[in-house]
């Protein structure tokens, strides 16, 4: 246990859907980041979040939107995927942006 | 090319055996973060690394930095099969953006 949660663990959704990813931090942090971990490829960091304030969007589709209600909670809104986008999507939170970040188990998406 | 080269890409070792892996940089480190990941779950944080020439330890696994050829080193000693996974660096490139890039991994099987 990291005292990083995500929810679902396991998500399969046809591309026409509309689902969400849930994280939450029970460590006190002031970050929190969204990564995506597909097969053979480095893990890839999506957006970041520094005291609810998203600062970086690493050129991520607009199909992918995050939403972070307050230090502890951070939301990936997902609509319209691609096949592509199935992968291990994996939620970390960090102290300060210059902390090391402590994952969540992920959540393992398969787009039909 | 890969920003962070990790090698090797994997590695099949004796229970006992000390074993190193290597994690290069094409840009200035400015932190240095080590992870092990079970095959499809969260990354278990291991140490951090900021200065040139800094060496951490924890139980049989020391990382060092060595800030001027952009590189760290991960060496496990009398490794155990507990030691198997896969390890990740990672790396603040940006200076202290919370932006990490990562590397393949290196995956590690312990032959009992």
């Known amino acids: 246990e990291t005292g990083v949660t995500q929810t679902p663990r396991h998500l399969v959704m046809g591309m026409t859907n509309k689902k969400s990813l849930k994280c939450e931090q029970h460590?006190?942090?002031?970050?929190m980041y969204w990564y995506k971990q597909s097969a053979k490829k480095p893990l890839e960091l999506m957006f970041v979040y520094n005291f609810k304030e998203q600062t970086e969007n690493n050129s991520v589709p607009s199909r992918f939107s995050p939403e972070c209600p307050n230090s502890s909670h951070l939301f990936l809104h997902l609509h319209t995927l691609q096949p592509e986008d199935s992968a291990l999507y994996l939620c970390a939170s960090s102290q300060r942006l210059t902390y090391e970040q402590y994952f969540g188990p992920g959540t393992r998406l398969t787009v039909t | 090319s890969q920003e962070l080269e990790q090698s090797p890409q994997s590695l099949i070792v004796q229970e006992g055996k000390n074993l190193t892996i290597n994690c290069t940089s094409s840009k200035t480190l400015y932190g240095l973060y080590w992870y092990k990941q079970k095959y499809g779950e969260g990354l278990i944080f291991l140490m951090m690394l900021q200065k040139g020439g800094e060496e951490k330890s924890h139980e049989k696994i020391t990382a060092k930095l060595d800030e001027k050829k952009q590189q760290s080193s991960l060496h496990i000693t009398a490794s155990q099969p507990s030691h198997a996974g896969i390890y990740l660096c990672g790396a603040d490139i940006w200076a202290s953006q919370g932006n990490l890039i990562f590397g393949k991994g290196t995956k590690l099987s312990v032959k009992p």
């Open positions: 460590l006190g942090h002031n970050a």
